[in-house]
Structure formats: structure tokens, C-alpha cells
């Protein structure tokens, strides 16, 4: 009798497979101004570092009381003021709508929509473009190279995200990577199920590296043969449209 595949060890939620939260800082969030305040005003008190984040983090206390965590784009510096408002400057570090926004503004930790926080662009070395103003709202471009309408309402930072060459550097050995993985929970060394002996993967046994069946599975399969392609539409190449 086999012993249990790995998802079937990942999906039991033990501790082996979950990523440290004890080591977390704080959520990167925009603060909200309250009722009778158009915008706040703060002062970066501390740059820091999370585990398994790429990005540092900045500790902004505002003069109303509260503090926040922002991501800190490239620039920003310590005892550096920033203004989160509608009546801010397009300098760096501080938070305005993109309906506020000059075209051309590079903007990072949008808000997907009016109020959530940012959630767009917040990795390492990425950022947003403002490409123009239209009815159906702001234009701007994703890091991944597709231009959408955003609310002009919607909050963003101007600016890059700061460890734009973080990737470039290569990790030299295997225990930096098993750090990295460690912490934000991911599974590492990844294994193929064809190198597996038939007693620990489906995929596994013969003497030939072959599945020597279809990998593509139904996404109500048990746990112990759901692995490969859960409930694939199609694989392999697209299949080009014949023309007529």
C-alpha cells in the first residue's frame, strides 16, 4: 500500500505546507479618510521588510492618529510627507485618483475598485501608465501589457515599485530557495509524478517515462488520482480555425 501523494498531504492543511504567519508584518492597504476630510497627510517613519515579500514596506503615520503600511515605490525616503487625497501633487509617494492623474503619470497599487486598497501593480519593479481620460473612465496600462478603463476614482501611488532588479539577481544556492519557498508556503523541490514509483503517484511506474494514460482528470475526482490536468478544456496546441 502506498503512502498519501503529495496533494493529498498539501490538502489536509498541515503544517508542513502552510506559510509562516508569525513573521508578517502588517496588510498593504490605503487609508480612508474620514467624513469632513478631503485629504491626510503623513510622514514615513520606517522602511521595512516582510518575509516572503518582494517588496519593502513603508511605515506612514498620518496626523490624524493612524498608521499604515504602503508598498514604497522607488524614491521615497525616510521623514519623506506624502499626501493621500484628491488634492495632492502627482509627486512620488503620494495617493490620488487616477481621474486626477496627468496622462503619462506612472502609478503603482491601484485600486481594482474605489475604496479596496490597491491591488494592482504592487510587485517589484512594476508599474501602471496613464495612457488618457475618456467617458468610460481612466485608460491606463497593465504591467502585462493589456490597457483598461478604470474608475476614475480609483486610488493609486505614483511611482514604480522599489526592488525593480530583485529577479536578476540569481539565488547561488538551494537553500535560499527553500527559504523563499518555505515562507510564502509554496511546495519545492517540485517533482514529476512520471519519475515516481506506481505506489506514490498515478502517473508513476513502467520503464518508460510515461503517464501511459490521459492526465487530464474531472475536477469531482477523489484526491488521490486527482493530479495533472484538472478538468482541462482542451490540450495541447490550439487547433488553427479553417478558413473558407
Excluded at 503512502?3 to 503544517?15: A, F, T, Y
Aim: with cysteine; glycine share 14%.
Amino acid at each position: 500500500m502506498g503512502k498519501q501523494i503529495r496533494v493529498q498531504r498539501r490538502g489536509r492543511g498541515g503544517s508542513v505546507f502552510r506559510a509562516r504567519s508569525f513573521r508578517r508584518i502588517a496588510p498593504v492597504r490605503f487609508p480612508i479618510a474620514t467624513e469632513g476630510q478631503s485629504s491626510l497627510r503623513g510622514v514615513v517613519r520606517e522602511i521595512m521588510h516582510e518575509a516572503a515579500r518582494g517588496t519593502p514596506l513603508a511605515l506612514v503615520e498620518f496626523t490624524n492618529g493612524t498608521a499604515c503600511c504602503l508598498a514604497a515605490p522607488e524614491g521615497l525616503a525616510l521623514n519623506q510627507g506624502i499626501v493621500v487625497g484628491s488634492d495632492a501633487s502627482p509627486n512620488v509617494g503620494n495617493v490620488l485618483p487616477l481621474g486626477r492623474m496627468p496622462e503619462g503619470t506612472l502609478v503603482c497599487n491601484v485600486e481594482l475598485r474605489p475604496g479596496d486598497g490597491g491591488r494592482l501593480a504592487r510587485a517589484s519593479g512594476t508599474y501602471c501608465t496613464v495612457v488618457s481620460h475618456t467617458p468610460q473612465g481612466t485608460e491606463i496600462h497593465l504591467p502585462s501589457g493589456k490597457s483598461v478603463y478604470m474608475n476614475n476614482q480609483c486610488r493609486a501611488m505614483i511611482g514604480i515599485i522599489a526592488g525593480a532588479g530583485r529577479t536578476e539577481k540569481p539565488f547561488l544556492k538551494a537553500g535560499t530557495v527553500k527559504k523563499l519557498m518555505r515562507s510564502r508556503g509554496r511546495v519545492w523541490p517540485t517533482t514529476s509524478g512520471q519519475k515516481m514509483v506506481s505506489a506514490s503517484h498515478p502517473h508513476g511506474g513502467g520503464r518508460h517515462k510515461h503517464s501511459g494514460k490521459p492526465t487530464t482528470v474531472s475536477r469531482n475526482a477523489p484526491p488521490g488520482r486527482k493530479v495533472g490536468m484538472i478538468a482541462a478544456r482542451q490540450t495541447g496546441r490550439a487547433k488553427r480555425a479553417i478558413r473558407t
